[in-house]
Structure formats: structure tokens, C-alpha cells
């Protein structure tokens, strides 16, 4: 009976589950995929620009999606090595996500 209760007023959260990796191996080739940390967020432009640090950044061969979430504008992600180098419009609010 309070297990019903503890499920019905959600009172029993499930913790997120932690970064993990695939691995997968075929006769025409494999592939490895990791979930890794959580490599989204916001950032709001000064001037045009702004800059996120972060270790999940590798490098330039990293692929990062990024829409401007204020207004329709164009906006450049430019990953690097730890950084996201972000320009956009005046102050405008960038949400990013590194897919690759």
C-alpha cells in the first residue's frame, strides 16, 4: 500500500543514469559510442559574442549544434580544445549541444 502511495505522488525518483559506452563489433567494421557528460546549455551573446568553457569541448572536429533561442538570427559555433567561441546577434540568448 505505500509503495502505491510513494509511485502515485512520485515521492521515489529514479537517478539519471551514469555516462556509459557501446562497443559493437561486425565483420564489416565496428563502432564505439559514448554517452558521456551532458555537453548542452545557454549562453547569452555581449557585444555579439561570448565564449563557454568546457572539457567536453576536444577539439575543432567536434560537432556542436547551436540555435539562437531569442530571436531569428544567424548565429557561428566554433569548437575548440575546452572552448565554445559563440557569435551571434548583439545580446542575444544561444542554446548549444555537442552531438559529436
Known amino acids: ?10 515521492c ?3 537517478p539519471a543514469p551514469p555516462p556509459s559506452t ?4 561486425s565483420p564489416m567494421g ?10 548542452a546549455g545557454q549562453a547569452t551573446l555581449t557585444g555579439g559574442a561570448a565564449t ?4 567536453c569541448f576536444s ?4 560537432v556542436v549544434l547551436c540555435t539562437d533561442t531569442t530571436a531569428v538570427s544567424a548565429v557561428r559555433c566554433t569548437p575548440a580544445l575546452g572552448t565554445l567561441a559563440i557569435a ?3 545580446s542575444d540568448v544561444v542554446a548549444y549541444a555537442r552531438i559529436r
Open 22 to 25: 557501446i562497443t559493437s563489433w
Open 59 to 62: 577539439g575543432a572536429d567536434n
Open 52 to 55: 563557454v568553457q568546457n572539457a
Open 88 to 90: 551571434g546577434s548583439s
Open 12 to 14: 521515489i525518483q529514479v
Open 30 to 39: 565496428g563502432f564505439s559510442m559514448s554517452s558521456g557528460s551532458n555537453c
Open 1 to 10: 500500500m505505500i509503495l502505491i502511495f510513494c509511485c502515485a505522488t512520485g
